[in-house]
């Protein structure tokens, strides 16, 4: 693999991690909103990846078992559980029962989640660095 397609597979991990990243704050920012404009509360939301396939110059000049596929963000979809329903009759969104409609968002599943997307996008970022490190180095090789 030559230093640009490592550096392109990197630049889509990086975008894609971020993607995620933003999706997983605003999941977090909305575990207590209960009224949303679309009504009903806030709906958790999930990132789905897929492997980007390369372009049709990058696969003439190089072999197919050699391909290296970059990711890319594909969907990102609303869950579709429904809401947990807490009971608080004093809140203002409270039905007649007293019961409110809670986001259904567990905060250590999203933490987790956190963790292991920051974890990923550092990975990436250690990745482009060596193969700016490995450049530079081939090329003093060359003085």
Known sequence: MDILTTFKVGASALKANSIRLNTISSNLANVETTSTPEGGPYKKKSVYFETKPVSF???LSSSLKNTAQGVEVTKILEDQEPPRKVYNPSHPDAAADGYVEMPNINILE???????ATRSYQANVTTIKSAKRMALKALEIGR
Request: glycine letters at 0%; hydrophobic letters at 40%.
């Open 110 to 116: 999203e933490m987790v989640d956190m963790m292991s």
């Open 57 to 59: 110059q990058e696969q």
